[in-house]
């Protein structure tokens, strides 16, 4: 009876630490769709952001 309890203990643990690894990943992922969302944002929208910085920093 022993060895099945240790058993099915080793296996709740191993689930356990699949939900954790699972939910890192999926952190990982969320932080890379921001970076991707960011870049791309920036690639498209730096120049006009450049243009008002340095009429910003011209009125100065």
Do not use: C, P
């Not at 939910?23 to 870049?39: F, S």
């Amino acid at each position: 009876m022993s060895n099945r309890m240790s058993y099915l203990s080793a296996l709740i643990a191993s689930f356990n630490r699949d939900e954790e690894g699972q939910g890192l990943a999926e952190y990982a992922l969320i932080l890379a769709l921001i970076a991707i969302v960011a870049i791309v944002a920036l690639l498209f929208l730096g120049g006009q952001i450049s243009k008002i910085l340095s009429t910003i920093g011209a009125s100065v």
